[in-house]
C-alpha cells in the first residue's frame, strides 16, 4: 500500500498557559497543504524471521540519527502490542516535507502509517482509536489521522473542525537552513491570554490577518535567528497578504494572491516550495 502524508501550517499560535505536566497549552488553527511525503509499507509474506518486526528505508531527505527511533517504527511497535496480528512489514519513505520545519511532517508519517496499518490488516479502528494512538506519539499527530483545517486546543490534540478554504490562494513555503530545537523555541515565551483567538481571526477577511494573527513563537526565535525575521519582511516585499512562521520553525510561508515566480532564486539558500 502506497499514501501521501500531507504537511500542515499553523494559522496564529498562541501559547496561553503552562500545565503541571510541563507541557503548554496552546491555541492554533492547524492547516493541511499539498505538499507530501510517501509511504510504502509491504507485508513481509515469508516466515523467516527479520532483524526487525518493521523494518524502514528512507529515500529523499535525509533524516539522521536511528532508524527505529522513527515516529513510523513507533507507531507500528504500539499497534503491534495491541493487535499481534500484524505481521512484520518493509517500509518505505519517501521524505519531501523538510524537516524541523514546523510543518509537521513526522507526525503526519506516524499517523498515516496508523490509518494505512488499519486499513491493510483490518484492525477495524475508528478514527478515535486512531487519534487516541496518535496522541501517545505526539501533540499534533492526531491532526493528521484526519488531515482537515482544525482549530487545536490542549497541546495540539483537542481538535475541532473549523470552515477555512486557502484554495484560491498561493502559498509559498520558505525554510532557511536552522534548526530549531523545542527547548530553543519555549526559551523566552512569555505565557499569556491572546487578545484576540486565532480562530475567530480567521474567519475575517484574510487582509485583517497581518496585524492580529500571531505565532508567539516568532519573537523569541527571530532574536535568535534574525534571518527567519528578514524572510518574513520578503514575503511581504513580495506581495504576501500573510506571513508567518509555522509551528515553532524553521519553516514561514506567504499566502499570495498570484503565483511568484523564481521563489528558489529570491531564497537561493533556502527549501522552497509552492502551493
Sequence with gaps: MIQRPCAKINLGLNIVSKRPDGYHNL????????????????????????????????KGINIEGDLQQNLIVKAYNILKKYYPQIPNVNVTLTKNIPTQAGMGGGSSDCAYTIKMLNEMFNLKMSIKDMQSFAAKLG???????????????????ILTPIDINLSKYKIAIVKPPVMISTKEAFSNIIVKQPIKCCKEIVTQPIETWKEELINDFENSICTIHPEIGRIKNRLYDLGAIYASMTGSGSALFGIFEKEIENLDCIFEDCYTHIV
Design 27 to 58: 491555541e492554533t488553527v492547524f492547516y493541511p497543504i499539498n505538499l507530501n511525503d510517501e509511504i510504502c509499507i509491504e507485508p513481509v509474506l515469508d516466515k523467516e524471521i527479520t532483524k526487525y518486526q518493521c523494518s524502514l528505508s528512507i
Design 139 to 157: 501533540a499534533d499527530c492526531p491532526f493528521f489521522i484526519n488531515p482537515q483545517p482544525s482549530y487545536a486546543t490542549g497541546i495540539g490534540e
